[in-house]
């Protein structure tokens, strides 16, 4: 017995996705990138900083990370203080001594409640990107359309009241987006996001918003706390990453993206820091490094659009 032929068919079946976002467009078939300085590897530095509410909502889903035990859940609660009262400042440190700027993807609870940390980073001269409201500010199809409005703006201007300007660049909690996430960011002026995960350049959508791609496989997050490896391998990891796409740019005659995505508190601790400021200082003395904020990597690929 044959099959019926309208079994086969499927209205979106095509070259690509399943969507209109964006063109299904290969890495090695886009024109070159050229960073600044004849660069080839743009290290591009995102530093989750977030403010945990200390009973966590589930709808339209926990944030990874957020409280686990019965409430109140003090011990994840203060582990996560840690970050903004102690890592965070050893990452500024840091940072000054290798002299890079970075881009810091911050809940804007923190500007509320913290406004003296958004003071110090805008004083050492790095990038700010909206990092939604809280942790309880989850995206995720379901949410009706003007709550998901409000909670984006809610957290641009919030940064733009405290810090003086507005954000250019969003991220979402988890990555996790909704079909009118990307058309909403676009409409409330934001030049980039950081959500999709697909690239090792930056892309863009259909409607003009562009996304510059956070790899989510080298994050400490889940190299240090998920796999449960070392801060050596960890560092190890990147710089294998770091050599590939130096190669791999070298051969192709175009510039690579390698986004370091930390969180305070995990790499911040002690017992990881002197491997951390080791891995900054490698990465400095290589001459095919171009440190960049998101912002920097932006205006770049727009310039050369």
Not at 204 to 212: D, E, K, P, Q, S
Not at 228 to 248: G, M, N, R, T
Not at 252 to 281: K, N
Request: contains cysteine; glycine residues 6%.
């Amino acid at each position: 017995m044959s099959l019926d032929p309208t079994y086969l068919d499927y209205a979106k079946r095509r070259l690509g996705y399943d969507h209109d976002l964006y063109p299904y467009d290969m890495l090695p078939k886009r024109a070159p990138i050229a960073w600044p300085d004849g660069k080839t590897v743009a290290t591009w530095i995102v530093v989750s900083l977030e403010w945990f509410p200390i009973t966590p909502e589930d709808k339209p889903f926990r944030a990874p990370g957020h409280m686990q035990t019965a409430y109140p859940d003090y011990r994840h609660y203060s582990a996560r203080e840690y970050g903004t009262r102690v890592g965070f400042y050893r990452l500024l440190d840091a940072f000054a001594k290798a002299g890079v700027r970075v881009s810091v993807a911050a809940n804007s609870a923190i500007a509320e409640r913290y406004p003296s940390i958004i003071r110090d980073i805008v004083a050492a001269g790095h990038e700010i990107i909206a990092h939604s409201t809280d942790m309880n500010g989850t995206i995720a199809s379901g949410l009706p359309l003007e709550a998901e409005r409000a909670l984006i703006a809610s957290s641009l201007d919030t940064f733009e009241r405290v810090a003086g300007f507005r954000p250019r660049g969003w991220h979402s909690i988890a990555r996790s987006q909704s079909f009118n996430t990307v058309p909403l960011l676009k409409d409330l002026g934001v030049d980039y996001c950081v959500d999709w995960a697909n690239d090792e350049l930056p892309w863009t959508f259909a409607n003009g918003l562009v996304n510059v791609p956070l790899n989510h496989e080298l994050s400490d997050r889940q190299i240090l706390n998920v796999q449960q490896q070392s801060v050596d391998s960890y560092a190890e990891q990147i710089l294998d990453a770091y050599d590939w796409l130096s190669a791999e740019a070298a051969v192709q005659g175009s510039g690579r993206l390698l986004p370091l995505h930390l969180t305070p508190y995990i790499i911040g601790l002690p017992y990881r820091m002197d491997a951390f400021e080791a891995l900054l200082g490698e990465l400095a003395g290589r001459p095919q490094t171009w440190f960049a904020t998101g912002g920097n990597v932006f205006d770049r690929y727009i310039a050369q659009g």
